[in-house]
């Protein structure tokens, strides 16, 4: 080992030698001037010099540098130490520390090796790495810093765990499926088209929406300076909401501008106020959606239809871009998604496909899992018979589940848009069975599932064929000469025409009726009036000339999309995006189980009910007799809905007026199927009772008496205090019908 001595006066300190791949053949020692007596190290005057450990030893010797000093130093252990060279022995890679940590820590190790300098210089150069490694391994670490005392709070992150390799590998084959599945959804959606259809039914409705909302921009246009003041609104609102966001990114706790809504189930993850982001999307949709509804009510000068439409589909457009409807701006989704790595997708894209196969081309949107139920074994269970069959309807006698009834039987009018097993749904839910208990002899009309064969079966076709058919048989079946009707939804806008007919021929079998969320004047009809005027009647009849009826799957769309956020969109992102099968649910298995419409019956339905309004009007005419509703004079009893949306309770209350005879309006909670189909075992929902319909529908419901739970007891009493007389239970097949097959029959069976 070979030590070299400089002059010290004046010397200036060389900057620390780096490993390098070939060491010099004499390493030198450059001495450096010492520092001002600093502590630990040796006194004043005293001189020091660095030592390097070379990591491999040159020929003729082993490059060390001795510490060379005119006085005895003291202990190098004690010394202050200088930032040293690092050893070309270095250790293995260590995580990375603080700068200056790092610097305290290779000055220990300088004063390690100063200090056993003469004790390795005959180590050979794999005992010199060993002794540089351990020195390496026992340097102090760096003690942990405390946090700052105020720490900002970071917003809060998805929780799930992050990818690895493995995990996007997973993501890019179900990438690659996803893909598949796309193009098979393609096909299905392609394939269902019809030969020669040019006309788009969705382009159609686009273009109507279109032209609806720019009559709406037209008004707003034509008045600048509001204009500019609604456009300064909607602008200061999504700056106050961008700058309480910024607020709460740099940590402050600071209130929503927008506060989220308890009732709007799309935004319930806590993510949507938690994180800023998702807090801020929120915010910024709901008070953009709100202020272009605003805008359309305020809109001067529009015809009533208009406004209507363009509140509809201001609201349709709300629902669709709706930051909850994607993956990238929906926290539950892409949480879903991280989770599944993309299988989810896969899966909503696999049902997706089969639900456009199932639609022939159309989304028939599953709601529930079909697959639970059988008809005759979990739904419409209720014991009874086929009696009689026409083209268009096959009639149920119900069997007696008491040993007496009363005299007059009631026969059930259900809509033909639906199936009529919504008041058979199970043995809780059926107010079929329910009816049977009570001592009544229940008939129900089940309506055919058409084909292209029946297309020219009108509304006329469907009185004759249907209601009056069934009436004859129930008198047959039964031998009573009166009978109590009753009609659900459009089944009773039938019934209602047919007792304008009948009072024109002075036939009087009917003595009593109900009609259940039943419309007969359309000047108020809700949102369903946004679907039909003559430019949709005329694109209709194009789309039903080819195949002679309207899909089923089309009506539930329509329905469907009366109310997107809870019977859509929700279904939809729930299904095809998280890739969850619905859960079973006998309501809404019902409502998917769709039913074809006559094309006939459907064109004179749509233009003499909502376009003309001519029943409540005096001016629709069947075969040949013009009816009015005034000359039927029989007691009514008149359900309405209160949240119904396709029979709204003001139009209901508006049409009930057109009656000749005395009527009892009654107001149930809930909705169109909820607000009928409630059983008193439930206790649900409330009923209210006012007297008759006079006057406005406001000042009516203001002083109406609240009933708590189910209506059905209070239309019992009413029903049965009309004919009180009672007569043996009459059993299915007895009379002069015989039995054709079990309830519920063949019609019911067919699928849309």
């Not at 930051?323 to 894209?349: C, K, Q």
């Not at 659900?488 to 109900?514: F, H, N, P």
């Amino acid at each position: 080992m070979t030590a070299q001595r400089r002059s010290p006066a004046g010397a200036k300190r060389r900057p620390p030698l780096h490993a390098a791949a070939e060491p010099e053949a004499e390493p030198r020692v450059e001495p450096r001037a010492a520092p001002a007596a600093p502590k630990g190290r040796a006194a004043a005057g005293e001189r020091t010099s660095t030592l390097t450990l070379e990591g491999r030893a040159p020929k003729g010797g082993g490059a060390v540098k001795k510490p060379v000093a005119a006085a005895p130093a003291k202990p190098a252990a004690k010394a202050k130490p200088k930032k040293p060279a690092p050893a070309v022995a270095a250790p293995a890679p260590r995580p990375a520390v603080a700068k200056d940590a790092e610097a305290d820590r290779h000055a220990a190790l300088e004063a390690a090796a100063a200090l056993l300098a003469g004790a390795v210089e005959e180590l050979s150069e794999e005992q010199r790495r060993l002794l540089v490694d351990r020195l390496a391994r026992r340097a102090p670490e760096p003690e942990p810093q405390p946090a700052p005392a105020a720490a900002r709070q970071k917003p809060p992150a998805l929780t799930t765990a992050a990818p690895n390799a493995h995990d996007f590998e997973i993501f890019a084959e179900n990438l690659a499926r996803l893909v598949d599945q796309g193009r098979k959804a393609l096909a299905a959606a392609i394939g269902g088209m019809e030969p020669g259809d040019t006309r788009s039914e969705l382009a159609s409705n686009v273009a109507d929406a279109v032209k609806t909302l720019g009559v709406v921009a037209e008004r707003w246009m034509a008045k600048p300076d509001q204009a500019y003041a609604a456009q300064a609104t909607l602008v200061a609102g999504l700056t106050d909401i961008w700058s309480q966001t910024l607020r709460r990114f740099s940590g402050e706790d600071t209130p929503p501008i927008v506060p989220p809504d308890p009732n709007d189930k799309r935004f319930a993850a806590p993510e949507w106020n938690d994180n800023p982001f998702f807090d801020w999307l929120r915010q910024s949709y709901a008070l953009t959606t709100r202020w272009a509804g605003d805008a359309v009510e305020r809109t001067e000068g529009l015809d009533p239809q208009v406004k209507a439409k363009a509140a509809f589909y201001t609201r349709l457009v709300a629902s669709a871009l709706s930051p909850s409807n994607f993956v990238a701006t929906n926290p539950e989704l892409l949480r879903a998604t991280l989770d599944a790595r993309g299988e989810n997708l896969v899966r909503g894209m696999k049902m997706l496909t089969e639900d456009l196969s199932a639609g022939h081309g159309m989304l028939k949107l599953r709601q529930s899992d079909e697959s639970k139920f059988e008809l005759g074994v979990d739904m419409a269970t209720t014991p009874g018979k086929v009696v009689y069959r026409t083209p268009v309807m096959e009639l149920i006698q119900y069997a007696p589940s008491t040993e007496t009834v009363y005299e007059r039987p009631l026969l059930i009018v259900p809509p033909w848009i639906n199936k009529f097993y919504v008041l058979d749904l199970n043995r809780e839910k059926s107010f079929v069975r329910w009816a049977t208990a009570q001592g009544l002899t229940v008939f129900v009309i089940s309506w055919v599932n058409p084909d292209e064969s029946q297309a020219e079966k009108g509304f006329d076709a469907y009185m004759k064929e249907g209601v009056l058919a069934a009436l004859d048989a129930v008198q047959q079946a039964t031998g009573a000469k009166h009978v109590a009707a009753a009609g659900y939804c459009v089944g009773g806008t039938m019934l209602a025409a047919t007792l304008a007919y009948m009072a024109e021929k002075g036939d009087d079998r009917i003595d009593s009726v109900t009609f259940l969320a039943t419309q007969v004047d359309f000047t108020d009809a809700g949102d369903m009036q946004v679907f039909i005027d003559e430019a949709r009647l005329a694109a209709l009849d194009e789309a039903m000339s080819r195949t002679g009826y309207l899909e089923g799957v089309k009506m539930a769309t329509t329905f469907n999309l009366l109310r997107p956020n809870e019977l859509f969109w929700t279904y939809f992102v729930n299904n095809y995006m998280k890739g969850v099968e619905p859960a079973a649910f006998d309501l809404l298995t019902w409502n998917s189980d769709c039913t074809r419409i006559p094309r006939a019956n459907h064109l004179f339905y749509l233009r003499y009910c909502y376009i003309e309004n001519a029943l409540s009007q005096g001016r629709m005419v069947i075969d040949g007799v013009t009816l009015n509703l005034r000359k039927v004079k029989i007691p009514i009893y008149e359900l309405a809905a209160k949240e119904d949306h396709i029979a709204p309770a003001r139009s209901v209350f508006t049409g009930a007026k057109y009656f000749g005879g005395e009527v009892r309006y009654v107001l149930a909670g809930a909705g169109h199927i909820a607000g009928v189909v409630n059983p008193p075992a439930k206790n649900k929902y409330q009923y209210w009772t006012g007297g008759p319909p006079v006057g406005l529908y406001e000042d009516w419901a203001k002083t109406a008496h609240e009933n708590k739970g189910s209506w059905w007891g209070d239309w019992l009493a009413w029903i049965t205090a009309q004919a009180p007389q009672r007569v043996p239970a009459r059993i299915p097949g007895d009379g002069k019908l015989k039995p054709l097959c079990d309830a519920p029959g063949e019609y019911v069976r067919v699928r849309g």
